[in-house]
């Protein structure tokens, strides 16, 4: 267990619900903090933006590696320049966004890609930090940012072992005692067939730490599947309406879906109770309703039991199902009545 904020982060709580702005804003500070009022309201615990420019990301050059011609991409048709030109959060927003999101009682963070945004970040007193996929082999973005001191989550995707155990080993080394790795897929949308979610347990024996999930699959199927495995956070896209459009929009959550999500992983988190067998509190009363052995028919001291006049029925007051063949034969000691539960006291 750890603590992000005020918040408690573990197998005992739970899952941290966290919803991702990205670029869903649309370059819009209203939209964004309209955004960020709608994942309070839908019950997100977390709200997270990312730190950047189109300049700390790459150079503005639209040809070869620099052009995105993937016929299958969201952004097929941009150059990566543009793409984050219009997907970044401007970093004057970040305060009122944080702000906002406090006041409506969620933990508001973001995701750093360079040293200066970590260094800006701190500026606002950012409690946790959030790596990226693309970047989980940024060894001195790690460090930098462990050195803070504050939580760290993680973002797998494509990271081999090797890869991951390095970065941990770098954050660990670093100062982060704090640290939280998320499964993820880092195709957008991603499938469930290559989502994965076995990884989630073993990442957690692997690394020893608090595990969970980057969900870029659509629905809430595979995030609450996952909270069976033990994750401890889920991260989801959230936009107001996915018809707006927008960069990330075509994988992102709606309100209504959010409220599920946050709904529906606390119920799988309180469904996992621990190893039980027998009857629950709750279930006692239950037990009358199981089937047992009743006398059916009215009888006289002295008359044996026969399948015609002893059945197995509800309810349950009478001696269990298992004492059928051992009891047939024998002679009841008094007069008995249709319907009377069969019991020792009335067997010679």
Excluded at 306 to 311: A, P, S, Y
Aim: proline letters at 4%; one cysteine or more.
């Amino acid at each position: 267990m750890l603590k992000i904020g005020e918040r408690s982060v573990g197998l005992g709580r739970a899952p941290l619900i966290i919803a991702e702005i990205s670029g869903n804003h649309n370059q819009s500070l209203e939209r964004a903090l309209k955004i960020v009022e709608a994942a309070a309201k839908a019950g997100a615990h977390a709200l997270k933006i990312q730190t950047y420019t189109p300049d700390t990301m790459t150079i503005d050059l639209d040809e070869r590696e620099f052009h995105i011609s993937d016929a299958k991409s969201l952004w097929v048709g941009s150059s990566l320049y543009q793409l984050y030109a219009q997907a970044y959060t401007p970093w004057d927003w970040h305060m009122p966004i944080f702000d906002r999101a406090r006041e409506l009682g969620m933990i508001a963070f973001s995701t750093p890609f360079d040293v200066t945004a970590v260094d800006f970040l701190e500026s606002l007193d950012a409690p946790c930090y959030k790596i990226s996929s693309f970047e989980n082999t940024d060894l001195p973005l790690i460090r930098r940012i462990a050195a803070t001191g504050k939580p760290m989550i993680i973002s797998t995707g494509m990271a081999t072992i090797a890869e991951l155990d390095e970065t941990v080993r770098a954050a660990r080394s670093a100062g982060c005692n704090d640290l939280i790795l998320l499964k993820c897929t880092s195709t957008y949308p991603a499938t469930a067939e290559n989502t994965n979610i076995l990884t989630i347990p073993h990442l957690r024996e692997l690394f020893g730490c608090e595990v969970g999930l980057s969900d870029h699959t659509l629905g809430v199927g595979v995030s609450v599947a996952s909270v069976a495995l033990g994750a401890s956070v889920i991260e989801k896209h959230f936009t107001l309406n996915r018809a707006d459009g927008g960069v990330d929009s075509a994988f992102s959550m709606e309100p209504a879906e959010m409220v599920q999500l946050v709904a529906e992983t606390e119920r799988a988190w309180r469904a996992l109770g621990q190893v039980s067998y027998g009857p629950t509190e709750a279930e006692m009363k239950s037990l009358q309703f199981r089937r047992s052995l009743y006398i059916v028919q009215d009888l006289k001291a002295g008359d044996a039991l026969t399948r015609e006049n002893l059945r197995a029925i509800r309810p349950g007051l009478g001696l269990p199902m298992k004492y059928l063949e051992q009891v047939l034969g024998m002679k009841v000691k008094q007069d008995v009545t249709r319907g009377t539960a069969l019991g020792w006291r009335l067997l010679k």
